[in-house]
């Protein structure tokens, strides 16, 4: 008993000592102010999302095989440049994404079409690319056509097509929006290619060789007389660009706009001007003519009604050494892989008994670890055992209840 009671008291020593450490040394955790809540917020990992009654598509790569995959997917090309791969996005549920070395493209009909969506996905770019040529977009066909046809260099009428992606421009690796409607400006000399709205080059460097959250959205102007129209995206849910009628201001050159105070409100627009052209395809496309041996990898693809949100991170993680946690998600084994998972402010409820772990916190997090839950989860009423617990340089801030250091 006696030495049970020393026990506790040097392991309340400890944490007494841990938590004026971190108080001495908080750091806030990363604001999540002006951050919009979309519909992944409540999907842990995307887990039920495709239930979702705003959701209209969903692409995990989670099949077994590539054909499998691919059948998915009304129309693809260069199926040998593709791959299934296990490195995947660190909050998503699978275990799978693609990867595509060279052009290689997937394209799909969303019928009947719509009139607003969103697509969130996930991409990551090898650190050896050096020019992107086009990528992920969404358009519309009037009518539609099981296959992708852009008409590349040609001025759009506004009864027939339309396109837009959000893609690392070029060789300066910066993300704007590539866009074909019928009020696009031409090149000199006068032919048609996708304009940009953010500068040349834009004042957001994409960055290769990490995982990248990319969100686009399009509003299909109605009535069809009307510049009413929108576009917007977003990269690891900050919003980047929003153009509609009237905003922002700036200023036409040639091909490009550019955003200034000083400039003329944008016009708003009109995607098209007849009612039948409207959304109604995906083109998941890796296009790199320049750069045949650039490769990147695609996951956890979702087409919305609303905006989506990168994949949260979890407010409570749960832990058992069954790794069942009685159903409940996520979960996880170990109290360790529990705090490497968790995100900006997150608890950590841990099933009672012994856990022989050494225990590391170095991460700005604001956790909470609570130990002592029954295996259900619904009364915290026992005490769990880690070995030791450290707490890192870089640590946030760690609340603990219902926890010893044996
Ligand atoms: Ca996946």
């Avoid at 052009?103 to 719509?114: E, H, K, T, W």
């Avoid at 990551?124 to 020019?131: L, P, R």
């Avoid at 001025?155 to 421009?169: A, F, K, Q, R």
Wanted: negative net charge; glycine residues 10%; aromatic residues 12%.
């Amino acid at each position: 008993m006696k030495r049970t009671t020393s026990l506790l008291m040097r392991a309340t020593q400890v944490l007494m000592l841990a938590l004026i450490f971190l108080l001495l040394n908080r750091v806030e955790p990363p604001s999540s102010k002006a951050r919009e809540s979309g519909i992944a917020s409540r999907y842990v990992g995307d887990r039920g999302i495709e239930n979702d009654p705003d959701v209209v598509f969903v692409e995990d790569f989670e099949q077994a095989t590539l054909d499998a995959i691919l059948s998915v997917w009304e129309y693809s090309t260069h199926a040998e440049r593709m791959s299934i791969s296990s490195d995947t996005p660190s909050l998503s549920k699978g275990r799978q994404s693609l990867f595509v070395r060279g052009s290689a493209d997937m394209y799909q009909r969303l019928l009947p079409g719509y009139d607003q969506l969103y697509i969130r996905f996930y991409a990551k770019f090898e650190t050896s690319c050096d020019s992107a040529g086009h990528w992920v977009r969404l358009g519309g066909r009037n009518p539609s056509i099981p296959w992708p046809w852009p008409e590349a260099g040609k001025c759009p009428e506004g009864d027939e097509h339309w396109s837009t992606g959000v893609e690392p421009m070029g060789s300066s690796w910066s993300w704007d929006f590539y866009t074909y409607w019928m009020h696009m400006r031409s090149a000199p000399g006068g032919s048609c290619w996708g304009n940009t709205f953010s500068g040349r080059p834009s004042p957001w460097p994409a960055v290769k060789g990490d995982w990248i959250c990319v969100e686009f959205m399009v509003k299909i102007n109605d009535p069809v007389t009307s510049y009413n129209g929108e576009q917007a995206f977003w990269i690891n849910g900050k919003k980047m660009a929003h153009l509609g009628q009237g905003f922002p201001r700036g200023t036409w050159i040639w091909d490009g706009f550019y955003p200034n105070d000083d400039g003329h409100p944008f016009e708003g627009f009109q995607w098209r001007k007849v009612q039948e052209l409207n959304i109604n395809y995906v083109w998941l496309e890796h296009y790199v003519p320049a750069d045949p041996t650039c490769g990147c990898w695609f996951d956890d693809l979702i087409i919305a009604k609303k905006y989506v949100g990168p994949i949260p991170h979890p407010q409570s993680i749960y832990v058992d050494q069954s790794g069942s946690c009685d159903g409940r998600s996520p979960c996880f084994s170990t109290i360790q892989e529990g705090i490497d998972f968790a995100g900006s402010e997150t608890t950590i409820k841990v099933v009672y008994g012994d856990f022989p772990e050494d225990i590391t916190v170095d991460e700005a997090k604001a956790l909470t670890i609570q130990g002592g839950w029954d295996s259900t989860f619904t009364t915290q009423s026992s005490t769990t055992t880690v070995k030791s617990i450290t707490i890192g340089s870089n640590a946030g801030t760690v609340a603990v209840g219902n926890l010893t250091i044996e």
